[in-house]
């Protein structure tokens, strides 16, 4: 299976990004300090070496990633940024009557929740669909970009986030394969 390694990569937060990857559990995140060994430390505004394995686990697609801090805090060759869509589920997940898309109609769930003066009542929340985790190596604007439920890492030369414009590339992606997967 494919192995992607970025020395020398700037991240800028890297708590928030493991958080953001966890939405997916398709999608694996180990952190190791100098030594090697691994940790729960996440230093901010620091470099990583990035090493990304992509593999197949009962059929369905999975991803590891692993971070090793770097000693030497010089000048970046790549930049890992992420994000997360504003509207996560892109409007596609959950049963739209003007599409007519059996296959996006989601599962929903009831939930308690408590009202003034200790009344409760239950309403349904919809479960988001599990997006099937995605990369995709050496676009036009990134040397790679892994899109996931809800939100994507992507990874630039240099230390640079994504601008706008590709920013909508992505979303644009994001969206053509929630089309094509019908989740």
Request: net charge negative; charged share 25%.
């Amino acid at each position: 299976m494919p192995t992607y390694n970025y020395p020398m990569a700037y991240i800028g937060n890297l708590v928030n990004l493991k958080a953001t990857l966890l939405i997916s559990d398709r999608i694996t995140c180990r952190v190791y300090d100098i030594e090697g060994s691994m940790t729960r430390r996440c230093r901010n505004g620091s470099f990583y070496n990035l090493e990304i394995k992509q593999d197949v686990v009962d059929g369905e697609p999975r991803i590891d990633l692993a971070f090793t801090e770097t000693a030497d805090n010089g000048s970046s060759r790549f930049a890992l940024s992420h994000g997360t869509f504003r509207n996560k589920v892109r409007g596609l997940y959950y049963d739209n009557q003007d599409l007519d898309n059996s296959w996006a109609i989601d599962k929903f769930e009831e939930e308690e929740i408590e009202l003034l003066w200790g009344l409760t009542t239950t309403t349904q929340r919809a479960v988001t669909k599990q997006f099937p985790v995605s990369i995709f190596d050496n676009l036009e604007f990134c040397k790679l970009l892994i899109l996931f439920n809800g939100g994507y890492a992507v990874i630039k030369e240099g230390r640079d986030a994504p601008d706008d414009a590709s920013k909508k590339k992505i979303a644009h992606l994001h969206d053509a394969l929630t089309l094509l997967t019908g989740c």
